[in-house]
């Protein structure tokens, strides 16, 4: 794996190249895919190249999800993810959390490993059994196991997290065989001090980059960027950071305006499921803020929802421009009637547009990074948001 920082923007966002799988560069900040069993959830691996490439070739794995299922003999005697999965062109970013179907569990948590709520119940999983998984599976970058707490959990509690939190990173690294970029787990909940000495001893590490833990679980929009900014300032420029549990636009921009590199989000997977479509400009203009119609329940300037009504005759394409597999062959009409009658197409359609959507929210950050424009981008959606809000609560 190899990375490096082009450009800056005034503050501490940044704009950088990752490469993982030969010659192919991934631009930063850039969206790292979800998946379910390495594949995204409903868009078929035949209809991957309708995504924009490369930026859709970097996907996130958890390997708790072959955990009750393929053994790591059988996966490793397959060849690995990217044999099993047959797809070879994709760099994988292993991270045992995936922030719908395993979610760390601090009370079942111990000294000998880290706790998850999985669809197979409550797993332990021991720095020696994510090991074998890791090396059977063989990622292009992969994350050390954590202790992630919430925001609420006691200080004797969050220092506990921390240590554990090293402790394993140095057995992952001293059980790691197969190599690859490591990327060191970072925690330190609430508390400055502790991500202030969280990051200082990861840095410390020989790791290939840093994956930033513990957030998404209770902490505040406020107390968030004071705390991100403490990790990242302590962190080598030159290496990666990748973070889990910033998901909505505006968190994506405050971990950005941090200086996160990778960002691995549920978001696209939560709009999907709700027959949701993603419609914010994509052109760094001010949006115009539209009146939001009563019956278009759950549209919020950044989305629409397809179960409306409203669309039941709507022969316009969800996003007018969008070069996307869906736009260029659908109507909202057709796409609310599959949400009425419970076709899945309805979710493939929507899983492709959304992911093109958001994979271009990311395109046009890069592009304000390098125009040195980040702030008053960020400022710009961020007002475009309050002032969609505001126009809503008027019409309530
Ligand atoms: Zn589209």
Redesign the pocket.
């Known amino acids: 794996m190899k990375f490096g920082v082009k450009a800056w923007s005034k503050g501490r966002a940044r704009a950088g190249v990752i490469q993982l799988i030969g010659e192919m560069e991934i631009e930063t900040p850039a969206l790292v895919l979800s998946t379910r069993k390495g594949l995204p959830f409903f868009i078929s691996p035949d209809l991957f190249p309708s995504l924009p490439s490369p930026d859709s070739h970097f996907l996130h794995v958890s390997p708790l999800h072959f955990l009750e299922g393929l053994t790591p003999k059988t996966i490793s005697n397959i060849g690995g993810l990217h044999q099993m999965l047959g797809l070879h062109e994709f760099g994988f970013a292993a991270v045992p959390r995936d922030s719908i179907v395993c979610l760390p569990d601090c009370d079942s948590t111990n000294k000998t490993g880290a706790s998850f709520e999985t669809p197979c119940g409550r797993l332990l999983i021991k720095p020696v059994e994510y090991m074998k998984m890791i090396s059977s599976m063989n990622p292009n970058l992969w994350v050390t196991l954590a202790d992630e707490v919430p925001a609420w959990v006691s200080e004797k509690r969050n220092k506990t997290s921390v240590d554990r939190t090293l402790r394993w990173l140095d057995d992952c690294i001293a059980l790691n065989s197969i190599g690859g970029a490591v990327l060191g787990a970072i925690v330190g909940g609430s508390s400055v001090e502790e991500r202030r000495r969280c990051a200082q001893e990861v840095a410390k590490r020989n790791v290939s980059g840093y994956w930033i833990g513990g957030f998404g679980l209770g902490e505040s929009m406020e107390e968030r960027s004071t705390l991100l900014n403490t990790v990242t300032d302590n962190l080598p420029e030159q290496k990666p950071r990748k973070i889990c549990g910033l998901e909505l636009p505006e968190e994506v921009l405050q971990g950005i305006a941090s200086g996160v590199d990778l960002f691995h989000s549920t978001y696209i997977y939560h709009l999907t499921i709700g027959g949701f479509a993603l419609t914010f400009p994509l052109d760094r203009t001010v949006g115009n803020v539209s009146t939001p119609q009563l019956s278009d329940i759950g549209s919020d300037g950044t989305k629409i929802n397809l179960k409306a009504t409203v669309y039941r005759k709507d022969t316009s ?3 007018d421009g ?3 597999y ?2 260029q062959n659908h109507t909202k009409a057709y796409i609310n009637h599959l949400l009425n009658v419970h076709e899945m197409l309805a979710q493939t359609l929507l899983e ?2 959304n992911t ?2 958001y994979l271009g929210f990311f395109r046009v950050i890069r592009e304000s990074i390098k125009d040195g424009k980040f702030e008053e981008f960020w400022e710009q959606f961020i007002g475009n948001r309050r002032e969609h809000i505001f126009a809503a609560s008027l019409t309530a």
């Open positions: 394409p969800i996003v969008c070069s996307c869906t736009c492709i547009h093109h959507h």
